[in-house]
């Protein structure tokens, strides 16, 4: 069975840090794109960050540049998303997903499996 589980989100102040982890039970891990996607409340779900299967190349929306990174340890089969400076527009539920292409698209529609989510919420 397919587990994609996400972890690391919580409560923090405007231009704090989180980093959030996705730990995959996927047999052949190391051959899928990996994506964080989130959504707020009354938003639908947006890309957020996608890596391709070799990890080479990676993909920001345009929000989360210069602040959001993403990357992955295959060893471990797990991608993580490092969140620098942190803005309360950035509070979300913010979930992991699994492209089996490889790819790393932005459409949500390309991605096979999901994680259940992770809050991160950004407060004073």
């Known amino acids: 069975q397919v587990q994609l589980v996400e972890s690391g989100g919580g409560l923090v102040q405007p231009g704090g840090s989180l980093r959030l982890s996705c730990a995959a039970s996927?047999?052949?891990?190391?051959?899928?794109?990996m994506g964080w996607f989130r959504q707020a409340p009354g938003k639908e779900r947006e890309f957020v960050a996608a890596?391709?299967?070799?990890?080479?190349?990676?993909y920001n929306a345009d929000s989360v540049k210069g602040r959001f990174t993403i990357f992955r340890d295959i060893t471990k089969s797990t991608v993580y998303l490092q969140m620098n400076n942190l803005t309360p527009e950035d509070t979300a539920v913010y979930s992991c997903?699994?492209?089996?292409?490889?790819?790393?698209?932005?459409?949500?529609?390309?991605?096979?499996?999901w994680g259940q989510g992770t809050q991160v919420t950004v407060s004073s």
């Open positions: 890596i391709t299967w070799s990890g080479t190349r990676t």
């Open positions: 997903a699994a492209d089996p292409t490889g790819r790393a698209p932005r459409d949500r529609a390309d991605y096979k499996y």
């Open positions: 996927l047999r052949t891990y190391s051959n899928y794109g």
